[in-house]
């Protein structure tokens, strides 16, 4: 069974550009979430999509953006890049709450580093 | 303001010894703590777990301790071994009034098992 999926590994960008980040879940999960880990920093909670639609998200400025399509893949982007941007960003799946699952145990995509120049 | 605090940014034990690593936690509302492992250039992967109605849950080499009224936990490890070298992540979340979706994670402790 496949895991969670992120692409690109890798992603350069330089300071205003936007950056797309994609994951895909693993099969049966229809929940996505994002987070953030900047260096020295723990994980900082991004997003969280559930069926299609934005269920919560974090602490965070509304360039910070993203949506989760029809297959539960997700998408996550982020506008008018900053320097302090430069993080690697991971996405988590997990069954949805709904199908009476706890869903505090995450499987994690191994990121993507995002390097802002 | 850090909900979930790991105070030591690392740890080295000898191989065969006791690891011990500690978590704080400031929100009395959490239920719900987990650990996650993180190798380098991997993303973190589920270790052990306890609820809030436990003190104590066990997996093998790997035991989580929950002390409600201090606020903390642990995670002890025995024997280590050198395959344990990773960041370990201290994790809560809580269900109270509908849960959230998402886990606090505190910055970690990194774990070096020498051999």
């Known amino acids: 069974e496949a895991g969670v999926t992120q692409s690109p590994t890798h992603l350069i960008k330089t300071r205003g550009q936007q950056a797309t980040l994609r994951c895909s879940p693993i099969?049966?999960?229809?929940?996505v979430y994002w987070y953030q880990q900047a260096l020295g920093l723990g994980l900082q909670f991004l997003l969280w999509?559930?069926?299609?639609?934005?269920?919560n998200r974090g602490n965070f400025p509304p360039r910070f953006s993203g949506r989760q399509f029809p297959n539960y893949s997700s998408e996550l982007n982020v506008n008018a890049l900053e320097l302090e941007d430069s993080a690697l960003y991971l996405c988590?799946?997990?069954?949805?709450?709904?199908?009476?699952?706890?869903?505090?145990?995450?499987?994690f995509g191994s990121g993507t580093q995002l390097s802002v120049l | 303001d850090q909900q979930v605090k790991q105070n030591s940014p690392s740890l080295s034990v000898q191989e065969g010894r006791i690891s011990i690593l500690n978590c704080d936690y400031t929100?009395?509302?959490?239920?719900?703590f987990l650990w996650y492992k993180k190798y380098p250039a991997e993303g973190p992967t589920f270790l052990i777990s306890?609820?809030?109605?436990?003190d104590k849950n066990e997996d093998g080499r790997f035991t989580v301790f929950l002390n409600k009224s201090a606020k903390h936990l642990s995670l002890h490890i025995v024997p280590s071994q050198p395959g344990d070298s990773a960041v370990y992540f201290c994790?809560?979340?809580?269900?109270?009034?509908?849960?959230?979706?998402?886990?606090?994670f505190g910055k970690g402790t990194k774990l070096s098992v020498k051999p």
């Open positions: 988590a799946s997990s069954f949805s709450e709904k199908m009476g699952r706890i869903n505090e145990k995450l499987f």
């Open positions: 099969s049966g999960h229809t929940s």
């Open positions: 999509y559930d069926e299609g639609e934005e269920r």
């Open positions: 929100n009395s509302m959490f239920d719900y």
């Open positions: 306890i609820s809030s109605i436990k």
């Open positions: 994790a809560a979340s809580f269900h109270y009034g509908g849960s959230q979706g998402n886990l606090i």
